[in-house]
């Protein structure tokens, strides 16, 4: 049901409870008070008409009609007053519980999203998920700060308001709250139609958001071939739509207003004219007269905020279900509960798997091949051979359709998913850098490594030389994509990660494609000194970078064509052979 989504969500955030309440008590006093200084016109009217004989004079026992005035007025300061302290109070306590709950969905979304399948990310743009869980999780924070309050208002108005009325002239009452079933099928009506167009609207911003993202992060590509022109123009048709979007909304929304002042119009004349008559004919005192018309506009005019609350709702709705649709993906990729030792050996067995992409792309048909511990492997292979894809389904990115792979001969489907991720270091096609320092970025997974441990495992990476050379060495900022480095440098520094990780199973996939040949070798120098403690699996394209290795797999579409040491392998004259005869 519609209504569900909000609620969920708010409870998800679990906000503390005694707020809510006192938060809606709060409301309900204030709306209360907001309410008795119309009745105090309707009593002041009957201390000067009715002077010795007026209510207060009969009740109190005061007779002069100037005395009664001023307790009138004494009494209407008192009610101005507390009406203040506790729109006061319910204004701070509804936003703060507002911003309460909108931390609480950020984090437990942001959580949620993290930990989600890196399939559900193929499909998505960065865009969208900002617009999430920036805009839409800001939206119900519109709606939280306000909506409830109005609703419990608009609540107390109608019952005291109502009471009142019927108090005072059951007919004139029906006759002045007619209206009332209107406006709410009205409100109800547009409630509907405007669902629809502000779903709309988001899906419009979301787009938006995402085009915008994506051009900023491919800004150097687009300056490069001179598309700036050609973007602006696709920018321009996606700010249209947006626009249009909104206008379409805005129009209904326009419409809203103006259509339940016509109903409001009706019972005010109702009120005017039926209870002049009245009050013609003696049937209902003049004083409560005056008083009723004051009222029937207090009580009426609040209809109309039925809009603001209806369309605040509608957005905070629509925004609910989203956030609520990224709370509730299952995840396919799920933890099994065996632990995986400590001193994991790191042998690993790839068991007749055979995998495709969610896409339909097959990679792998039964591909077996073993990788003994502490040895170091290597795979070769043309572009899109599935060379990372091994590596994405060993670190259980994805699963595979059928097979098994196994660590030190375990189910890696039946190992704690973090345990399986921490027992590898993975230096990977596409480095993120971190924001921070160059130290922060090296011990980035291993936050409580020594600056000493840090170095060395720079000095692994012959990362060393080049951040000395920085303006503060290891203390030197590094910006968003690390921006302001070499590519090389870039991969540098993500290999010393790896290196100060210490895992177990060490994988290079394309790790020093951008580094110079004589880094490169050096690099491989350092890494002999790892290679008793760990299991190594090097992926690249230039060869000499895998020459070294125990057993180098030669993959082709998805299949192992040969597996050999370097040696062995040129002497069969094979793929290998003929790879390594084009590269030297
Ligand atoms: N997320 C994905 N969704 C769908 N298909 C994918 C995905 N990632 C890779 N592929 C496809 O799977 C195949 C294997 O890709 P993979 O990244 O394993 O190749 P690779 O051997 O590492 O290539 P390269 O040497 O260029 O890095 C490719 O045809 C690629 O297009
Ligand atoms: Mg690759």
Request: proline share 3%; glycine share 6%; hydrophobic share 45%.
């Amino acid at each position: 049901m519609a209504t569900n989504a909000l609620v969920t969500l708010v409870r998800y955030a679990s906000p503390h409870k005694g707020k809510i309440v006192f938060a809606s008590l709060c409301s309900i006093f204030n709306k209360i008070y907001d309410i008795v200084p119309e009745i105090l016109i309707g009593i002041s009217i009957d201390v000067i008409v009715n002077q010795q004989h007026s209510i207060i004079a009969k009740t109190i026992g005061i007779l002069d009609p100037f005395k009664q005035l001023y307790i009138v007025g004494a009494v209407t300061a008192v009610f101005w007053i507390f009406e203040s302290i506790f729109e006061y109070l319910y204004s701070i306590t509804w936003r703060g519980l507002a911003q309460e709950i909108q931390s609480n969905v950020r984090i437990k979304t942001y959580a949620t999203l993290q930990s989600l399948d890196l399939q559900y990310f193929e499909n998505k743009t960065t865009g969208t998920l900002l617009n999430t869980l920036q805009d839409d999780i800001h939206q119900l924070e519109q709606f939280l700060s306000q909506g409830p309050n109005e609703i419990i208002q608009l609540i107390v108005n109608i019952v005291v308001m109502g009471y009142i009325f019927f108090y005072l002239s059951p007919t004139l009452a029906f006759f002045t709250l007619l209206p009332i079933p209107f406006v709410i099928m009205i409100a109800y009506y547009f409630q509907h139609r405007l669902a629809d167009l502000y779903e709309a609207v988001r899906q419009a911003a979301a787009n938006l958001a995402s085009h915008i993202t994506y051009r900023l992060q491919g800004i150097s590509t687009i300056k490069s071939y001179t598309t700036e022109f050609y973007e602006i123009e696709r920018l321009r048709v996606e700010s249209a739509r947006y626009q249009e979007a909104n206008c379409r909304a805005n129009r209904v929304n326009a419409q809203y207003i103006p259509t339940v002042r016509m109903a409001i119009m009706v019972g005010f004349i109702m009120a005017l004219v039926l209870g002049g008559t009245y009050a013609l004919q003696g049937i209902i005192p003049i004083n409560w007269y005056a008083a009723l018309v004051f009222l029937t506009q207090r009580f009426l005019w609040p209809f109309t905020t039925l809009t603001t609350i209806t369309d605040m709702y509608e957005r905070a709705l629509a925004c609910a279900k989203r956030i609520l649709g990224i709370l509730h993906t299952p995840n396919e990729i799920r933890s099994g509960s065996e632990p995986l030792d400590a001193k994991v050996t790191g042998a690993i067995g790839v068991h007749n798997v055979s995998f495709a992409y969610a896409n339909g792309m097959h990679v792998f048909n039964n591909l077996s091949l073993e990788i003994p511990a502490k040895k170091t492997v290597a795979f070769v292979g043309s572009t899109g051979s599935g060379k990372s894809t091994i590596i994405k389904l060993l670190l259980r990115f994805y699963d595979s359709i059928s097979g098994s792979i196994t660590v030190d001969n375990k189910d890696i489907k039946d190992l704690q998913l973090n345990d399986l991720r921490s027992a590898i270091g993975l230096v990977s096609q596409d480095v993120y850098i971190v924001e921070g320092t160059i130290a922060d970025n090296i011990a980035y997974g291993t936050f409580d490594a020594s600056r000493d441990a840090i170095v060395q495992a720079a000095k692994m990476a012959q990362a060393h030389n080049f951040i000395m050379q920085l303006p503060n060495g290891y203390d030197t900022r590094v910006e968003e994509h690390g921006k302001t480095l070499s590519g090389g440098q870039r991969q540098r520094l993500s290999i010393a990660r790896a290196i100060l990780k210490k895992s177990p199973i060490l994988i290079f996939d394309e790790a020093t494609s951008a580094v110079d040949n004589e880094t490169e070798a050096a690099i491989q120098q350092s890494l002999l000194a790892l290679k008793p403690y760990h299991t190594i699996i090097i992926i690249a394209h230039r060869l000499s970078t895998v020459r070294n290795a125990d057993i180098i797999f030669v993959l082709d579409k998805g299949e192992i064509v040969e597996s050999d040491n370097h040696e062995n392998l040129i002497k069969r004259h094979g793929a290998y052979a003929h790879l390594w005869s084009t590269q030297f």
